[in-house]
């Protein structure tokens, strides 16, 4: 399985950003997605994770009520929609796959690239 983020970029405090991840060479719509990030100068952390099916998330505490993780199996595509962006949201956030929800850690199977989002204040 190989998957692709993007969508980051430069936005002030209180923006929005989506993030979105690709995936390709497996069985989408039969792995649980997550999305983490890593801070600089710090350990990389769990951000959001999504059933297979989609009807079942779990979020960070810091993120909650403020970022969406969603997927669109048709087009074997994950998102995670962030709004009221805070300065501590910087970080590069990488996508990740594994084939139980339990398995949706640092230590996941597959892993994206990363894609850098930076908030300013």
Request: net charge positive; hydrophobic share 35%.
């Amino acid at each position: 399985v190989q998957l692709q983020a993007s969508g980051g970029g430069l936005v002030q405090a209180g923006g929005s950003l989506t993030l979105s991840c690709a995936a390709s060479g497996g069985t989408f719509n039969r792995l649980y997605m997550g999305w983490f990030r890593q801070a600089p100068g710090k350990e990389r952390e769990f951000v959001a994770r999504i059933t297979w099916r989609g009807e079942h998330t779990t979020y960070r505490d810091s993120v909650k009520g403020r970022f969406t993780i969603s997927r669109d199996n048709a087009r074997n595509m994950v998102y995670l929609q962030m709004n009221s962006l805070k300065p501590e949201d910087t970080a590069i956030y990488y996508c990740a796959a594994a084939t139980t929800m339990s398995g949706v850690t640092n230590r996941a199977q597959y892993w994206g690239q990363g894609t850098l989002v930076t908030v300013s204040s």
